[in-house]
């Protein structure tokens, strides 16, 4: 059995295609190789200190000077507040802007965590539940406890699907207090598992360009998808935080 798995691990070695696409999710010690504890600190952890820098580096220490012709980082930051400010309002509602900070909050730490992790050799921190789960569980639980403190027993309203045939709605109840309670999990994996997955094609390409029969379409390949990568990093943090309004515009006015 031994001689087998040699000989197969030779024949692997023998092609080239010896790589692991799944290894660059692995959480490692930052320092030493000891095991991971919940005080360890870990790649995961400087990567998210690192997002956390650059969120604070463009939003406070680039717009800090305020100047009438502003510079790339201020007009950068411009942007940003503009677009998450109208998205909150087109979605919520204009109750919904006391809630901004947040919001804006969110999405500027997903999308600087989601470019930073397309630097090579770094790490993809919003590629695992450990951190994705966290920001839904917050929205879940920040947009119900507000629908309560708002609306009180009307928040139970969101159930209640008062335009149906009467017969109908005790059913369609049921399936809504099913789905609400599917948010987190869906809010959740749909953000680690799309990050994930393109990270992995990346990988698998890049060991592929050891051949030197594919080497130039894998290469084409890579940077194709690493374009998308782009793409997806952004669209990925305008889902997360536009499901966000969506939820909050739901706790706000739950009637339907």
């Known amino acids: ?138 929205v879940f639980i920040g947009v119900t406890v507000l629908g309560f403190v708002k609306n009180g027993a009307g928040f139970l309203g969101l159930f209640w699907v008062s335009s149906a045939p009467l017969p109908l709605r005790p059913v369609l109840a049921i399936i809504e207090v099913i789905s609400y309670f599917v948010r987190p999990m869906s809010h959740s994996i749909r953000l680690a598992g799309n990050v994930m997955a393109g990270h992995a094609v990346i990988k698998v390409f890049a060991g592929f360009a050891a051949l030197a029969a594919v080497s130039p379409i894998s290469i084409l390949a890579i940077t194709a998808m690493y374009g998308l990568e782009v793409l997806v990093a952004f669209i990925q943090a305008y889902v997360f935080t536009i499901l966000t309004c969506v939820y909050l515009k739901d706790a706000l006015h739950p009637s339907h």
């Open 1 to 138: 059995m031994a001689t087998d798995t040699h000989g197969a691990e030779h024949a692997t070695e023998g092609t080239g295609l010896v790589f692991h696409p799944m290894d660059q999710f692995i959480v490692k010690p930052l320092f030493g190789n000891g095991d991971v504890g919940m005080f360890t600190i870990t790649n995961v952890t400087l990567w998210l200190f690192l997002a956390v820098v650059s969120v604070v580096l463009l939003m406070v220490v680039g717009t800090s000077r305020r100047a009438i012709v502003p510079s790339r980082s201020q007009s950068i930051a411009e942007l940003a507040y503009g677009f998450v400010h109208k998205m909150v309002e087109d979605v919520a509602g204009k109750d919904g802007l006391k809630y901004f900070p947040y919001i804006m909050t969110l999405f500027m730490f997903i999308v600087f965590a989601n470019f930073l992790g397309l630097i090579p050799m770094s790490f993809t921190t919003t590629s695992h539940f450990a951190v994705t789960v966290p920001l839904a569980l917050a």
